[in-house]
């Protein structure tokens, strides 16, 4: 179904950006990949989904501007924009150190501005454009120790509504994905902080702090995500845009 569109994922080389990146390769788009990683697992992702990587470093507006202009030159688009790279760190706010606070800010926030208003033009002129941010349930609600993520997070939701409103007579449609705890390298990787701030065991903070939020009981999977990103790319979800879709096991329902 995306024959001939070309799809941007920003963060594409782990967890549910790569999920994307296959889900949108396997319905038939052109990718471009971005994102860090060994250079030998970059190339295999590239083999496999026949995908261009662009390294560019997500808190640099210079060289987001190069990947973008890169993608129109070698691809042809984006039609599809995915901004999806995102860091965490967790510690209480006095003790927050201000580099990690500029960091999250620049990569999960300020970098889906600068992808955007160089990609957008682009989506305008040909009367079709997706742009797809993956939020969180950070975006809508809060957890303690996380002050730079949530509010980098409401951040991405509040410009998504905006572009929604800007791009809106332009075919152009601006959603946000927001998952609960998806398994994936970033949240493996805050398990130990969080053992630390809150001193207990690796199987607490598994089962007391993560998955205490979600009443399902289940990790959201890196596919599902993808699966509502492609449905977010059809022509049927012309409609959706604006809008804030939450994924998190009814997390935020309750
Ligand atoms: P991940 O750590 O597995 O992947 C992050 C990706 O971003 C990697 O490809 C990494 O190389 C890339 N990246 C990091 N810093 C970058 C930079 N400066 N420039 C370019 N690329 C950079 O994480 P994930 O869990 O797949 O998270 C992806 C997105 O989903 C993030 O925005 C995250 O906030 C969001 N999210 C994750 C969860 C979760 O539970 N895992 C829940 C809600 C939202």
Known sequence: ILDGKTALVTGSTSGIGLAIAQAL?????????????????????????GAVHDGADMSDPDAIERMVARCGKELGGPDILVNNAGIQHVSPVEEFPPEKWDAIIAINLSAVFHTTRHALPGMKRKGWGRIINTASAHSLIASPNKS??????????????????EAARDGVTANCISPGYVWTPLVENQIPDTMKARNMTR???????LLAAQPTKQFV?????????????RDEA????????????????A
Do not use: R
């Not at 994102?35 to 970059?42: A, K, R, V």
């Not at 199987?203 to 702090?209: I, K």
């Not at 012309?238 to 329902?253: E, K, V, Y």
């Open 203 to 209: 199987e607490q903070v598994m089962n007391d702090v």
């Open 148 to 165: 730079a993520y949530v509010a980098a997070k409401h951040g991405v939701a509040g410009f998504t509504k905006t572009l929604a409103l």
């Open 25 to 49: 390769a396997t319905e038939g788009a052109k990718l471009m990949i971005n994102g860090f990683g060994p250079e030998d697992e970059i190339a295999s992702i590239c083999d496999e989904l």
């Open 238 to 253: 012309a409609s959706i845009t604006g809008a804030n879709l939450s994924m998190d096991g009814g997390w935020t329902a």
């Open 221 to 233: 999977t890196p596919e599902q995500v993808a699966a509502l990103a492609v449905f977010l790319c």
